[in-house]
């Protein structure tokens, strides 16, 4: 049996373990050990996912290594990824075959850490009880590839969930290295695209915002004001 399947809840206990963590690791490429736990898979005893990644790394599926201190960061090894590949349907396969082979950035770079923080939603969102192995998690979205007036090309999200209920969320993570400005402008992209303003499915597209920064009252007005206009 495939292990990708839509309506089959990711917390079944009849799917090992190990193929859920490979698959998680397939969607978003690089995980901490925090997330990992997040996810609520192996419960909540914090030895439990130890030791799960530790069998995974004997088996030469996964690598691990340390990054700001003492935090642990754990992704596919070559071995893994055709792992998971051998055991995707084919359709799924075609999602996330540039998804699996997409480069990892320098752990000493800023992208990593931004990577690291766009996941947080996904692993954040699996831990519900109705989250489903089905469910299509993307990095680097390209949610509006029609040329505007921004400059030709697509638009990006920084990371996109459509689950098997039909919704969809586009999300956007800043580690407060952006200025306020191009925050704005990010959410004039969204609200000009076509999944915000004609999309058939509009109700069920959600835009989310994971930003740390701090916005001075006129440009929090200028946001609220310009979302509450397309609204």
């Given at each position: 049996m495939s292990l990708v399947q839509n309506n089959i809840a990711i917390h079944n206990e009849k799917m090992p373990k190990a193929e859920r963590d490979l698959l998680l690791l397939a969607q978003t490429g690089i995980l901490n050990f925090e997330q990992m736990q997040m996810t609520g898979f192996h419960g909540e005893s914090r030895e439990a996912y130890r030791v799960a990644i530790n069998k995974l790394k004997e088996k030469k599926y996964v690598t691990t290594y340390m990054y700001e201190g003492r935090k642990m960061a754990i992704c596919l090894t070559p071995k893994g990824k055709e792992v998971v590949k051998n055991f995707l349907e084919n359709n799924e396969s075609k999602i996330l075959a540039g998804q699996?082979?997409?480069?990892?950035?320098?752990?000493?770079?800023?992208?990593?850490?931004?990577?690291l923080n766009t996941n947080t939603f996904y692993c954040s969102y699996l831990s519900a009880p109705s989250a489903s192995i089905g469910e299509k998690w993307l990095l680097e979205y390209p949610y509006d590839a029609k040329k505007t007036v921004y400059g030709e090309g697509c638009n990006r999200s920084d990371g996109y969930l459509?689950?098997?209920?039909?919704?969809?969320?586009?999300?956007?993570?800043?580690?407060?290295?952006?200025?306020?400005?191009?925050?704005?402008?990010?959410?004039?992209?969204?609200?000009?695209?076509?999944?915000?303003?004609?999309?058939?499915?509009?109700?069920?597209?959600?835009?989310?915002?994971?930003?740390?920064?701090?916005?001075?009252?006129?440009?929090?007005?200028?946001?609220q004001n310009q979302v509450q206009s397309h609204l």
């Amino acid at each position: 049996m495939s292990l990708v399947q839509n309506n089959i809840a990711i917390h079944n206990e009849k799917m090992p373990k190990a193929e859920r963590d490979l698959l998680l690791l397939a969607q978003t490429g690089i995980l901490n050990f925090e997330q990992m736990q997040m996810t609520g898979f192996h419960g909540e005893s914090r030895e439990a996912y130890r030791v799960a990644i530790n069998k995974l790394k004997e088996k030469k599926y996964v690598t691990t290594y340390m990054y700001e201190g003492r935090k642990m960061a754990i992704c596919l090894t070559p071995k893994g990824k055709e792992v998971v590949k051998n055991f995707l349907e084919n359709n799924e396969s075609k999602i996330l075959a540039g998804q699996i082979n997409k480069a990892q950035p320098s752990i000493k770079s800023q992208q990593f850490i931004h990577r690291l923080n766009t996941n947080t939603f996904y692993c954040s969102y699996l831990s519900a009880p109705s989250a489903s192995i089905g469910e299509k998690w993307l990095l680097e979205y390209p949610y509006d590839a029609k040329k505007t007036v921004y400059g030709e090309g697509c638009n990006r999200s920084d990371g996109y969930l459509e689950t098997t209920q039909g919704m969809r969320y586009f999300v956007e993570q800043d580690n407060h290295t952006q200025r306020t400005t191009v925050i704005f402008d990010k959410v004039n992209k969204y609200l000009h695209a076509n999944v915000f303003s004609s999309d058939s499915s509009l109700e069920n597209n959600i835009l989310v915002f994971c930003i740390d920064i701090k916005l001075s009252e006129k440009m929090e007005r200028n946001i609220q004001n310009q979302v509450q206009s397309h609204l």
